[in-house]
């Protein structure tokens, strides 16, 4: 079944559900899920609709068009996204693996549904690890120029057509014109539940600060380091009985199912971003 | 704000969500939180929808008569409750007090919206916690005629006009008679994560086992003994450090949080049973 | 049964753990437990060990000395606590009464184990509360003199013999010679997950910055706001669903379970302060 | 630095923990961990001690010997394993990949501190993914004689020198010659919380119960099925919003989470089996 997911947002008043409910009731469509949220303190509409698209009676552009007109006159900011497109994911990485296991692992179960074209890191250390999988591994050191390494990422990412960057512990900062470029297109995982231990070296001092309890906190990269708005996280209970190290080892879990779950949000297109925070609506299935 | 519930369900079918939400649309009622879901496997349609009830320019058995055609035309299933009326709740409780106290406190707190017009037990022991409160305390032993001990409580729940029954710890068997005039109205706490561990003894038997979580369960009551519709269930981790009766204290927690959140979702009207299975909806707030 | 804790920390070396159970062993005690660990990151050993001393051969005093005297040798810092004491507890509160209902009704379940002779406030609103339970209320406005009402405050917790002081959502700061004379003995619950919104409105802050969880943590008070050594925390997961006054709602009761796991903790004597941070040993029972 | 680990039970008396410490002292050896136990409800004394066996002034031999003589007087059941061997580990799987991917790539990254010489299957259908590993792959189908087929697999296993077993979603039930030959050392995982659901499809039943969590267990194969000692166990909130399927696929995270946690306390002889339950002795790194 083809299906087109609607992504909606506006200030609220009166009427707004009905309006778009009624457009594609009116159009005959058959309405799969319909996720809504209104936030009282923001004043502020949400809504994912998802219909059946398997036999239009019309063209997809004349049913985005269609729409678009409702959204102008309610002041709607939408954007329309197809089930039959598998979105273009580019893995940024360095030297540690477990978040890139994990994410290609969960690709070829089936878990994600994407292409994964090409990894791009910093470092050679990984490019055994894009064999074993048959994905094309690119390795631009930093040396000399940041700038320089940061422009031919930024040509490849174009020249494969990405949709999506994932920096899965890729440990380099990205320049604003990347972030902008790509706003809402990012996904990093940072390795502490933020805003706690913002910046480098969080496992140590959460050690030093005696948390009970460590996490992980996937966020889409802004120019602001580490400032984006979060899409998931969550935390494990840990022990006085775990130096430093031993909570890097413990986290690594938490960062892999933390990244993971926030990529397959943005696949399966259940978030929508709002100034710094993020909607996201829950699985169903 | 005086708001409106209504909680629908119905066989899946086409339009469903256009035509309820409609209903109020073309009434001029301002919908302040729509929330639905589609079972895709039982082809099951859920929703409650909430409206702003304040300046109604109609009767309330005028909105609800209207309401109910259009359930009859679409064969929904339905209920409306009114926010401004506070369900009157008997607690019903042995010998353990953690839960009633937990109850009670929240009660007075304003985190359960409520009136909670007296306690039942078959033992005197929880007497001075109900005067503690200020609530009515009645102490029906079982003795020898447990039919006659029940018909005290059935027709004190009567005269109290009583809309909810939560049996917060309270260890008798109920009779089939009762949970069927009774069904949907009396919460339980099962203290295990059903369905293991249904009966006696949980805890003994969650250690012998050697189980590394312990849970709790509240549920509907029904005919059947820890078989009712699940409403709320949580887990803790527990280690081979504690004991039956470790594991018992521990699980206090667990059931007294477990309970008080099924208790709420019922009193907001969160809750939709369908057969052995429960929706509820998300808290808004 | 009459048992003996004795809590110990010192500088790493080998043969600490044989030279303590020695210690116990030759002496002919019965060890019911022995906690030892060793954080290889900073060099430390840290202990609990508890004894059976029912039918001890000589005085406690002895016992003690004896054992000052190879903690003086080995160079142990230690302490010795007997389970036949009950704590005295005061708990200071403001206007919300949620932890206080918790702390008071775990007292009577008999969950923690001590005596809260009496309740300190800063605001005369929950006298009632504490009248249900019959404990003394104190009622200390800031007016114009904070210094004055922290005198008051401090006299009574010495006439009344108090050995722990537990701010239960106390919205007070405390001087500096407060926190300095009750140092390891004032336990505060903080409505965050620290080191993430330190001061005031976390549950605020945390809306904006759009977390997908939040959390509480009680610590010991030090000098420095919120940055005492941490004993407890946990986290609840949240959605976009809530805002700021819902989830000012559903973390109060993360807010009470972890501060009376903290109180818990301290009163079964399981907690070793090292610096900023602690070592909390785990439950058995 | 190599250790010595030894793993200790017994039924509980008086100066067990001296005189197992006391021999280590004796002999010169640096503890660095003592774990103990004792479980009061069942008498019972256990314990798992790691000592510094880099410079040693006598073989292994002699330490193991030394240690028999003091278990042999104090009716200790005990076992000694080395930090310098790694498990050679033989994972059976079916067709489900995300286990096997898992467990592998923790093993690549050094989280997993084992050999993982070959792959079992009853299917040819994750050849591939043991090729992109260059770990040899094995295909048995059942076929007309699942005896024939078994005893295949237990000669491999033989061949191969393999310590542990680890059934990554392997979907046949082992005969009880099987379990028996290697008891202890077989690990499966469930796909629900047991007790819950035992036997075929858990996520079916756990949909059609309606519970409100789900869950995965890993434990040791016994003859009968789903009963054997329980190691690890996790679960994770769903909702009414998942069908069946929507549940398995929440699961697997879970499972994948829970299987690696036990086989990494295997490896790390943090585990001791007493019938049917296990001590785990939690992480210190």
Redesign the interface.
């Known amino acids: 079944m083809i299906r087109a997911i609607f992504l909606i947002q506006a200030d609220d008043k009166?009427?707004l559900?009905?309006s778009t409910?009624?457009f594609?009731?009116e159009k005959g469509y058959?309405?799969?899920?319909?996720?809504?949220?209104?936030?009282?303190?923001e004043k502020r509409f949400?809504m994912r609709i998802e219909i059946d698209a398997s036999d239009m009676k019309e063209t997809r552009k004349e049913l985005e068009d269609g729409f678009g007109e409702v959204a102008a006159r309610e002041g709607l900011n939408w954007s329309c996204h197809w089930s039959d497109y598998r979105m273009r994911v580019a893995i940024l990485v360095s030297k540690a693996?477990?978040c890139l296991?994990?994410l290609v692992?969960?690709k070829?179960?089936g878990?994600l549904s994407c292409e994964i074209p090409l990894i791009i890191s910093n470092h050679p250390d990984l490019e055994i690890?894009a064999n074993?999988?048959r994905i094309p591994y690119y390795c631009f050191p930093v040396g000399d120029s940041k700038a320089e390494q940061e422009r031919k990422i930024r040509d490849l990412l174009k020249r494969f057509d990405i949709d999506l960057v994932v920096l899965a512990r890729y440990m380099q900062i990205l320049s604003p014109e990347f972030t902008d470029e790509w706003q809402g297109k990012i996904i990093n995982i940072h390795h502490a539940?933020?805003?706690?231990?913002q910046g480098a070296n969080p496992y140590l001092r959460a050690?030093?600060?005696?948390?009970?309890?460590i996490?992980a906190t996937a966020h889409y990269a802004s120019e602001d380091l580490d400032q984006g708005?979060?899409?998931?996280?969550?935390?494990v209970?840990v022990?006085?009985?775990?130096?430093?190290?031993?909570l890097k080892?413990?986290g690594?879990?938490c960062e892999k199912?933390v990244l993971?779950n926030a990529v397959k949000a943005h696949l399966e297109h259940r978030i929508i971003i709002n100034g710094?925070?993020?909607?996201?609506f829950?699985?169903?299935?």
Do not use: W
Request: charged share 25%; hydrophobic share 30%.
């Open positions: 009166k009427g559900l009905a409910v009624g594609f009731y058959n309405i799969l899920k319909c996720q809504q949220h209104t936030d009282s303190y949400y693996s477990h296991y994990d692992s969960r070829l179960e878990e690890a074993q999988f539940f933020l805003p706690a231990f050690y030093q600060r005696g948390v009970k309890m996490g708005p979060i899409i998931e996280q969550d935390t209970r022990s006085h009985e775990l130096t430093p190290s031993g080892e413990v690594k879990d199912r993971a710094g925070r993020t909607i996201v829950p699985v169903e299935r």
